[in-house]
């Protein structure tokens, strides 16, 4: 049981490319979730889903794209990176009544 | 969801309880209690959740006051490897349609040996 798998560990990215960040789940949780975290911070959500085909906007959805096509799939994309969006970025997934499940997260550097 | 306020940061000597109070002073009576660490950087992991009951499991105890306006999160002995950051938030379960955990800067524990 793998639980929350966040893919790649660490990126370097040029301002303006763009890129996928890969989450996946293995738990048949209906909720999955994409955090920032900036250094000192707190984690501030982004984009958030309650179901395969539902998505809604966080607190800084800006710059950021999300889908869910699958239950066990959540990809955040950057389609045009910019230096403020250099941060380490975390999925985490749970069930209605169930706590969070976070993965290890992705630690983004765009130059 | 309420607001919460902890201490910036906290230390307790390896072997000893370490209590760690939270403030939730606007928390609505259908809110939990949840506790979560992040140990350097890691994913943050869930410890504990309550609602008005205190609460105990093999990783931590839950007090939670009767008025349900602050808790304390109790590491009853402590560890090295329980150095951390811990967060206090407060969230409607099973709220369908809001996922938000609201996450604020939290108590950061260091465990002197």
């Known amino acids: 049981n793998a639980g929350v798998t966040q893919t790649p560990k660490f990126q370097v990215l040029k301002t303006g490319q763009s890129m996928t960040l890969q989450c996946a789940q293995d738990m048949n949780h209906e909720y999955m979730s994409w955090y920032r975290q900036d250094p000192g911070m707190g984690l501030r959500l982004i984009h958030y889903?309650?179901?395969?085909?539902?998505?809604d906007q966080g607190e800084v959805p800006n710059g950021y794209n999300v889908s869910r096509s699958t239950t066990e799939d959540f990809p955040l994309r950057l389609l045009s990176a910019a230096p403020s969006q250099t941060s380490v970025y975390f999925c985490a997934s749970r069930n209605r009544d169930s706590e969070a499940f976070f993965g290890q997260g992705t630690r983004l550097t765009v130059v | 969801d309420a607001k919460t306020t902890q201490p910036t940061s906290m230390d307790c000597a390896e072997g000893r309880a370490a209590n760690l109070p939270c403030n939730h002073s606007?928390?609505?009576?259908?809110?939990?209690v949840y506790w979560y660490r992040q140990i350097h950087s890691q994913g943050p992991q869930y410890i504990i959740h309550?609602?008005?009951n205190n609460e105990t499991n093999e990783m931590a105890s839950l007090i939670i006051t009767e008025d349900r306006k602050s808790s304390t999160l109790i590491l009853p002995h402590a560890t090295l490897r329980d150095t951390a950051v811990y967060y206090c938030?407060?969230?409607?379960?099973?709220?369908?349609?809001?996922?938000?955990?609201?996450f604020g800067t939290g108590t950061r524990l260091t465990i002197i040996p």
């Open positions: 606007t928390i609505s009576g259908n809110e939990y």
């Open positions: 938030i407060v969230r409607l379960i099973s709220n369908f349609g809001n996922e938000k955990l609201t």
């Open positions: 889903s309650v179901g395969a085909g539902i998505t």
């Open positions: 309550g609602l008005k």
